[in-house]
């Protein structure tokens, strides 16, 4: 059974919440977080009749999400979804990484999330940036570049080692369906991860030429065929990402891309040059992805055809950002009913 055991406190701020300070990330600028920013208090979900009692057997559904200043906004309103629509809200576990460059900061942005959620069980994980720094290159667009984007190759490292499971949640999503549901989706064959692949979309634009060109580097994918994911939703098998050591194996295509720049899109390569190919292929109902629009430019899209269970805001659109300038898309909409932030502007979504 998983308890939050006690670690070593760099700041307590809540009694129920400790750091654990992990050698893992780059010095990125530092973005200011104004503590008087106000959310509303959710209200408070509780769980069925049906939901097993954890305190005496059973495990929670564990969350793991990024906490930063930029994106606060859209981890709370993500947050918020996730208890509105599933079964067991008091069953879900959420586990926050933050950057250990500004400990006040963070210690503001938890007393954030307590504030907006109570009843919420959740830790914060402080993640150090300087030991990734060196193997970040420089992508497409800035906000990919920073370390907390790439502190899912290290949620094996972070986490307690006795969580075995745990579901990646990127910041600007809605789930509007039971996450239990994708809880239980099993990994099958030895799979490591779960995701929705996308195998209509060219693969080969991931990466440069120069990739292709080399013998050594392209036969990562022979006998698989490689499919694109996205990483912003994913179940995680930790028991089998500790025994495959697979965060080396991504900090190893790291340092590669370093020298060789054999691709252009921040973490989400080196993903697929360690498991495309091999991933548990998840309905897409459980990623309806790149509502924000091109990567580059802003640019709006529509839900794809089909059931929805999690719209993501993936591209350099966020619903927040373009509510508040009063140049919405038609499916930010869909996103402000979550939205917490305590606006005198609420009233003309």
């Known amino acids: 059974m998983f ?21 893992a990330v780059r010095s990125f600028p530092r973005i200011k977080f104004d503590a008087s920013v106000q959310f509303l208090e959710a209200p408070v979900y509780r769980n069925g009749l049906e939901c097993p009692n954890l305190a005496a057997n059973g495990e929670p559904v564990h969350i793991a999400m990024t906490l930063d200043p930029e994106y606060l906004r859209g981890t709370i309103a993500a947050v918020h979804s996730v208890l ?23 210690n503001d ?46 949620l094996a490292d972070i986490l307690e080692p006795s ?15 039971d996450i239990q549901k994708l809880w239980r989706i099993p990994l099958s064959g030895g799979r490591t991860i779960g995701a929705p692949e996308y195998c209509h979309a060219n693969f080969t634009k991931y990466f440069s030429d120069e990739f292709w060109s080399d013998r050594e580097f392209s036969r990562v994918f ?13 179940v995680m098998d930790l028991v089998r990402w500790r025994e495959g050591d697979y965060t080396r194996e991504i900090e ?12 252009e899109l921040g973490s989400l390569p080196p993903f697929l040059l360690v498991f495309g190919g091999d991933v548990e292929a998840i309905d897409h109902r ?8 091109h990567n580059v430019e802003n640019s709006c899209r529509n839900l794809h055809a089909g059931p929805v269970s999690l719209m993501h805001w993936s591209g350099k659109g966020k619903p927040w950002v373009r509510l508040d300038a009063k140049k919405p898309c038609p499916v930010d909409y869909l996103w402000a009913p979550y939205d917490l932030y305590n606006s005198h502007t609420h009233s003309q979504y």
């Open 3 to 23: 308890r939050p055991r006690e670690v070593f406190p760099l700041i307590l701020f809540v009694s129920s919440l400790v750091f654990l300070s992990v050698d």
């Open 84 to 106: 509105k629509h599933t079964s067991c809200p008091e069953n879900v576990f959420f586990h926050f990484i933050a950057a250990e460059s500004s400990p006040a900061i963070t």
């Open 109 to 154: 942005l938890a007393q954030t999330v307590r504030s907006a959620f109570p009843y919420l069980s959740f830790q914060v994980y402080l993640f150090r940036e300087k030991f990734v720094t060196g193997l970040i290159s420089s992508s497409i667009r800035r906000a990919l570049d920073s370390p907390l984007n790439y502190a899912r190759i290290y």
């Open 163 to 177: 969580i075995k499971r745990v579901i990646y949640l990127d910041s600007d999503v809605i789930v509007v369906d």
């Open 222 to 234: 022979e006998g698989k065929r490689p499919c694109y994911f996205n990483t912003g939703v994913m």
């Open 252 to 263: 190893k295509w790291m340092r590669i891309q370093k020298e060789r720049r054999i691709y």
């Open 286 to 293: 459980w990623n309806q992805h790149g509502l924000g629009g």
